[in-house]
């Protein structure tokens, strides 16, 4: 990539899209396009279409999706399924048509089977059932993949596919009704602390396995890989490493300073019982995550506590 080249940026407001575009402006990439959603529906095929004819953009970067937690993506299946393929489908097709010279798609690690070996390696994709879930949506990824894959295939376009674990940071979505697991437990265990509540409920058991990667070193990942990553298939991006959702509460309640109990509700789902992504890919291409989780932790939550 080269400063003066046009990058479009979908999804540029989310939380992947936003690190996306801080990380591109600390390198002196300012020649950034982007569309708010009421300015452009990226459900919309025409609208889609004249965006890429007007704009031409160089790269893209694909981090639009539809997404949530456990109770959004069982809740809203049709819209996960259907929102999903239809922004990638637009995205991806239009930028063949219009000579985008390298897209990068952005997927999820729901994508694996629910019950794939651990660390999960890339070459698992599609060996097993889904987590029942959040199928719909991991569904439309893996289309994501193999459409990238088969554009390349067909066409000679080079686009790349990269699956990131559980992702948290600035721009997190804090909302208890949909919103993931690390910021669901930072807004939990705030709200206790003010109101001096006795307890915090988690959902679940405690006892499944979550890896957790911050979006900063998410956007520093997917910079490097577009300048140095040209191949099919997908990569894993995450820490290799994981932690228990029990520890995980614990480790927020001692930085939020919450001092009552942790009480498990073992009557709501527990979801995948472990997710570690294998990084060993990544890690060949040079590249390795630079926050750990405590500290990142600890600095979201210096930046939301005052706004929830």
């Known amino acids: 990539m080269n400063k003066t080249d046009k990058i479009y940026v979908a999804g540029h407001r989310g939380m992947v899209g936003s690190a996306i ?18 300015e452009l529906d990226l459900k919309n095929q025409q609208a889609v279409a004249d965006f890429f004819a007007n704009e031409k953009p160089d790269y893209v970067f694909l981090a639009a999706a539809k ?24 995205i991806i097709h239009h930028s063949y048509l219009n000579n985008v010279k390298k897209l990068m798609f952005l997927g999820s690690s729901c994508i694996y089977p629910k019950l794939a070996p651990q660390p999960m390696k890339e070459e698992y994709l599609l060996t097993g059932l889904l987590e029942p879930t959040n199928e719909p949506y991991a569904i439309a990824k893996i289309a994501g993949i193999k459409m990238c894959d088969a554009y390349r295939a067909q066409y000679g376009c080079n686009f790349i ?22 910021p669901a437990l930072i ?4 709200t ?10 988690i959902w679940g058991t405690g006892s ?16 490097y890989l577009m300048q140095n990553y040209n191949e099919p298939g997908l990569v894993n991006i995450g820490v290799g490493e994981d932690i228990t959702i029990k520890n995980l509460a614990l480790l927020v309640k001692k930085i939020v300073g919450f001092e009552g109990e942790l009480k498990f509700d073992a009557t709501k789902p527990d979801g995948t019982p472990r997710k570690l992504m294998d990084v060993s890919k990544l890690h060949s ?5 630079k926050i750990n989780l405590e500290e990142g932790i600890a600095s ?5 506590k005052d706004k929830l």
């Open 21 to 38: 575009v801080r990380i591109l402006q600390q390198n002196g990439f300012n020649n950034i396009v982007f569309r708010t959603s009421k």
């Open 67 to 90: 997404v949530g937690g456990i109770v959004a993506n069982n809740t809203y299946r049709a819209q996960f399924i259907y929102e999903n393929l239809m922004i990638q489908n637009n």
């Open 161 to 182: 596919s990269v699956m990131p674990t559980n992702l948290y940071g600035p721009n997190d979505n804090y909302d208890l009704n949909n919103s993931h697991v690390l």
């Open 187 to 190: 807004r939990k265990f705030h």
């Open 192 to 201: 206790a602390k003010k109101e001096n509540l006795q307890s915090v409920e």
């Open 208 to 223: 499944p396995m979550r890896e957790f990667l911050h979006v900063n070193d998410l956007a520093d990942a997917c910079f």
């Open 285 to 289: 291409f040079g590249w390795k995550h």
């Open 300 to 304: 979201v939550y210096e930046e939301v």
